[in-house]
């Protein structure tokens, strides 16, 4: 199976959780990342969990937020927020170092990278 029909397949669940992981790190301590950090709850554990409930779905896994929450309806749920071009590149710069950390294959770390900054690109809002 090519990994870029179905990731999941290929990441599992550590290495979507490895993923997840990364990118909060890389949020909580990179000082180019303040304003999108400051977006989210001072206890980063929830947002960890969403996120990895939605990429495991995403990625063609099992549909956890789906599944606990209903439709993810991104760009409803991320209103709230002022999503910028700033914010938006703040948040690609966290994931796309934590997706060089983290998936190996440079064919699959290019196709996810450049999935995910569509998604990021949708939930630009200002």
């Known amino acids: 199976m090519d990994a870029l029909d179905k990731p999941y397949d290929h990441l599992g669940e550590e290495g979507v959780r490895r993923l997840v992981d990364r990118f909060y790190d890389l949020?909580?301590?990179?000082?180019?990342?303040?304003?999108?950090?400051?977006?989210?709850?001072?206890?980063?554990?929830?947002?960890?969990?969403?996120l990895f409930w939605f990429l495991s779905g995403w990625l063609g896994g099992p549909?956890?937020?789906?599944?606990?929450?209903?439709?993810?309806?991104?760009?409803?749920?991320?209103?709230?927020?002022?999503?910028?071009?700033?914010?938006?590149?703040?948040?690609m710069l966290c994931m796309n170092r934590a997706l060089d950390e983290v998936v190996a294959e440079p064919d699959l770390r290019a196709f996810l990278a450049r999935q995910l900054g569509r998604v990021a690109d949708h939930m630009r809002n200002r």
């Open 63 to 91: 549909p956890l937020y789906v599944e606990r929450k209903g439709h993810p309806r991104l760009r409803m749920r991320h209103l709230p927020f002022a999503v910028d071009d700033a914010a938006r590149d703040q948040w």
């Open 27 to 50: 949020m909580d301590t990179l000082p180019e990342a303040a304003e999108v950090r400051a977006m989210h709850p001072r206890d980063l554990r929830g947002s960890r969990e969403k």
